[in-house]
C-alpha cells in the first residue's frame, strides 16, 4: 500500500528554521512528482515546493523562493522541506503528496502543523 507521513512540524519564532521530512512507501520515488502543500486555517491548499527526480525539476511558489529548499533521497523514498526565515504566514498544515503533475497529485499523505509565532 502507499503511505505518505509527513513529520517535522513545531513551533518556532519568526526567522526560524524548520525542517520537515515525508517518508514514503509503496511506490518508488524516482517514477513520481513528489511534493509538499500547505493549508491555513480559512483557506485553501496550496502548493509549496516540488520536484520531478524524472525530469530534473523543481517548483517553488513565488512566496518561499529563496528560504524553502527541497530535496529528495530517493534511495531512502525521502523527502525534504528546509525551511529558513520562517514568517507567520508560513503558519500551515504541511502535507507531502505524490503524483503525475504538481497540479495532479494522487496520493496525500498525513500533515505535520508548523506554527510561527511573531
Known amino acids: 500500500d502507499v503511505q505518505l507521513q509527513a513529520s517535522g512540524g513545531g513551533l518556532v519564532q519568526a526567522g526560524g528554521s524548520l525542517r520537515l521530512s515525508c517518508s514514503g512507501s509503496?511506490?518508488?520515488?524516482?517514477?513520481?512528482?513528489i511534493g509538499w502543500f500547505r493549508q491555513a486555517p480559512g483557506k485553501e491548499r496550496e502548493g509549496v515546493s516540488c520536484?520531478?527526480?524524472?525530469?530534473?525539476?523543481?517548483y517553488y511558489r513565488d512566496s518561499v523562493k529563496g528560504r524553502f529548499t527541497i530535496a529528495n533521497d530517493n534511495a531512502k523514498n525521502t523527502l525534504y522541506l528546509q525551511m529558513n526565515s520562517l514568517k507567520s504566514e508560513d503558519t500551515a498544515v504541511y502535507y507531502c503528496?505524490?503524483?503525475?503533475?504538481?497540479?495532479?497529485?494522487?496520493?496525500w499523505g498525513k500533515g505535520t502543523q508548523v506554527t510561527v509565532s511573531s
Open positions: 520536484v520531478s527526480s524524472s525530469e530534473n525539476i523543481t
Open positions: 509503496g511506490f518508488t520515488f524516482d517514477d513520481y512528482v
Open positions: 503528496a505524490k503524483g503525475v503533475a504538481f497540479d495532479n497529485m494522487d496520493y
